[in-house]
Structure formats: C-alpha cells, structure tokens
C-alpha cells in the first residue's frame, strides 16, 4: 500500500528500544485515530491494525450496506450498487470492510501532518520514558564514554547513546578526560527543561565514593557493614564513618583490604583523593577523637547545648588536627556534626614564655587575627613555628599579610630577647 513515507517513519519507530510494545501500539493508534476523525468526524467505525514485527499497518472502514435512495451518512453508510461492485452477492444491512487508501482517501497535507504527528509524538514519549528511566537510577553509577569536552561540561554517551552532562563544579578537579575515554559517574540530578530531559553526572557527590565503597568492598554490598556518613572534598580528602553488624568484622580492615588493596582501587578513581575510614561510636568524645585523625588529641570538652567541641592537642599535633587549608578540622565537623575548636595544650612553661594574638590587636586587624586563630594558631610562636608558605596555604590571606604579621612577631620576640 502506497503511503508516502509513512512506513518508513514507522520502521524508524520499530527500532526504538526504550518503548514498551503495548505503549507503542497505543500511540500509534492514537494519532491515527486523530487524523481519521478531524477527517471523517468519528473514528467509531475504523479498525487500526498495527504490526509492531512487521513493522506496517493497515486501516479499515467498516459501512452499513443501505438503498441507495436512504444514505445518509456517506461515512458510516455505503450504497448498495456501490458494494455490488465490491462483491455481487451483498445485500441491504450487511457489512462492507474496506482497506483505507491512506494516499488517495486522506490526501497529502494530510499524510503529512500525520508523519509529523508520529515523530512528534513518539520523541515525547521516548524523551518521557528516557527520563524515568534515569529518574529511577538517582544515585546508581553509571559507565560511559567521552563524546565532547567543554570548557564547562563533558558530555558523555551511555551504552544506549543517550546524551548524560558531567558538569565542570561535579568533576573531581585532578580529572582530565579526552574524547573516547571511559567514564565513571553517579547519577546525581534528572530534570526536564523544554521537553528534554538533562541527565546530570556528579564525580564529587559523596553518593559516588558511597557506591565505589559497595562496588570494592563485598562486606558493604552484603550489608554486613554500614555506611554510616561521608563527608569528602572531592580530590583532596574524605572521611568515611563505617559500622558492623557482626562482632567478628573488622570494618575499618575490611575496607581497607589486604595491604590497601581495596581501598586503594577507589583512590585511584579520585585522583588520589586521601581517604580517611573511621569506626563509627556513639560516643560523641570518641568519634571525634578518631574523625580529626591522623591528630592525637591531649583532651576533648564536649558542650552538648551548642553542639561544640573543644579539642586540646599538642603543639606539634595541631597542624595535622586541622589539616592543609583547613580541611581536615572541617570535615571532622561535618562529619559528627560539631563545631570543633582547636586549642594548644602547653605546660605553664610554654604559656608563660608566649603570647596570644590577642594581644596584637593594635597591630594586627581583628579579622587577620581570627583567620588565624580558626586554623589553630592562636598564639605568637604557634605562627612562628610555621613556615610561610604553610601559613598561607592554611588560611584564606595574601602572602604580603602573612608576611606582615610574622615580621610584627619576629620583631616582639627580638626585643623580648634583648
């Protein structure tokens, strides 16, 4: 049957693979039912067949034989001399079915508004279906390949070629990717925006280092060991707080793996992303001890009311309890959900012969005063003790008023020295 490139847009159709069967049939039979009833009034009369398999279809219309004196309706009804010359033997009040012409009976606007309808109609229902179907994988992992590098964005195409977005703020800041190379990902956000769905990939979420815990560590995925929190900055550090159900696993050893043969796979992933594997406990003085390691703590004040912490640590331990630029102080907050304060325990000695930065204030701004104090030096030599480089990189200040303040330092212990 002539139907001017209609079976070639169904053929198309035939071979979309996120389409069900039955809704397939369904939509198709629906816009055809559209066309025949802005062209003949009603559909009541008209059998579509559709063959998915085949990939063709075919319309009927079925008539009521009348006298040609008594027709009416020339679509529901058909004259008798006319169906003779379909088949002699009719007669008055049976049936005439007859195959559309879909070229000769509905003409060629008409075919193509329809061939338009069927794209249109279909590419929604794809787009709809793609959409739940990766609504449905929010925080699964997903493998795919490069296609296009960005300066904001990667696109990557699944296994199905559909089209997912790895923003530049979800790449792990070490990433590098070229065209063609294989890609891992966690489905952090689906959305429709003009009638598509955007498929957004994060490699930052703490959901992806959750799944490549799972992935890696058998005893996760078994749920014999918990995941009780993550907290991370993607490429430099996470901390991973893990509990078990059975007394005879070992958590933080089971995630780790012979040798850090476990863990060490997903510090690959992260660009070599320092991660810290944590017991988790109930006890509150405990679980903050273990989230600022590797620090040793000397003492720990909890104020429950304010959800505070304060941490007393030896000079020398108090760099590594807050970490490069902070971060392992903030994770640890993050982490068990306490504000911690970090303070030097020192001997009287040590106290007598130093001087807080306080005392600086008619030399040295309140707010440089404070940016140094967050990261734990809150005294004169806690900074002196400190190179530079290491002061600079610890808070947010320019290296002239790092520079600025140790020689307004230097310059105190000179002339108590004198």
């Not at 001017?4 to 809704?23: A, M, P, Q, V, W």
Request: hydrophobic share 35%.
């Amino acid at each position: 049957m002539e139907n001017s490139g209609l079976l070639e847009t169904f053929l198309e159709f035939k071979e979309l693979k996120n389409i069900d069967r039955s809704t397939m049939i369904s939509v198709l039979e629906d816009v055809f039912r559209s066309i025949i009833q802005k062209r003949y009034g009603t559909d009541e009369n008209f059998d579509v067949i559709i063959n998915i398999d085949k990939g063709n279809f075919e319309i009927f219309r079925n008539r009521k034989i009348v006298a040609d004196a008594d027709l009416k309706n020339s679509n529901l009804e058909i004259p008798l001399s006319t169906a003779k010359k379909i088949d002699a033997d009719y007669e008055v009040d049976e049936e005439v079915s007859e195959v559309v012409d879909i070229k000769a009976d509905l003409g060629r606007r008409t075919i193509l508004t329809l061939r338009q309808n069927l794209t249109s109609r279909i590419m929604e229902l794809e787009k709809n279906n793609l959409y739940h179907k990766y609504k449905e994988k929010v925080g699964d992992i997903i493998t795919g390949e490069v296609y296009q590098v960005w300066r904001k964005e990667i696109l990557i195409i699944d296994d199905e070629n559909r089209e997912l977005v790895l923003p530049k703020n979800e790449q792990i800041p070490n990433d590098h990717f070229r065209k063609g190379d294989t890609i891992r990902a966690v489905v952090s956000k689906v959305e429709m925006k003009n009638g598509s769905p955007i498929i957004t990939l994060s490699r930052t979420s703490p959901v992806f280092l959750e799944r490549l815990f799972e992935l890696e560590v058998p005893e996760i995925f078994d749920g014999l060991i918990t995941i009780k929190k993550i907290v991370r900055m993607a490429g430099e550090r996470a901390k991973v707080a893990v509990e078990s159900y059975d007394d005879r696993i070992d958590p933080v050893g089971a995630c780790v793996g012979m040798k850090g043969a476990r863990i060490h796979g997903i510090v690959r992933e992260l660009r070599n992303e320092n991660i810290d594997v944590i017991n988790f406990t109930s006890n509150t003085s405990l679980f903050i001890t273990r989230a600022l390691s590797p620090a040793k703590i000397s003492n720990i004040k909890i104020i429950e009311k304010d959800k505070k912490a304060e941490v007393y640590l030896a000079p020398e331990e108090v760099s590594k309890a807050i970490g490069k630029g902070g971060i392992n102080i903030r994770l640890a907050s993050q982490l068990t959900g306490y504000e911690i304060d970090v303070y030097r325990d020192v001997t009287d000695d040590e106290e007598s012969d130093d001087i807080y930065l306080d005392e600086f204030s008619d030399e040295i701004d309140t707010w440089v005063i404070e940016q140094f104090k967050s990261v734990g030096c809150d005294t004169a030599k806690s900074i002196l003790n400190l190179t530079q480089e290491e002061l600079v990189s610890r808070t947010d200040l320019e290296e002239e008023t790092v520079q600025e303040v140790l020689n307004i330092l230097k310059r105190e212990f000179d002339v108590k020295t004198e």
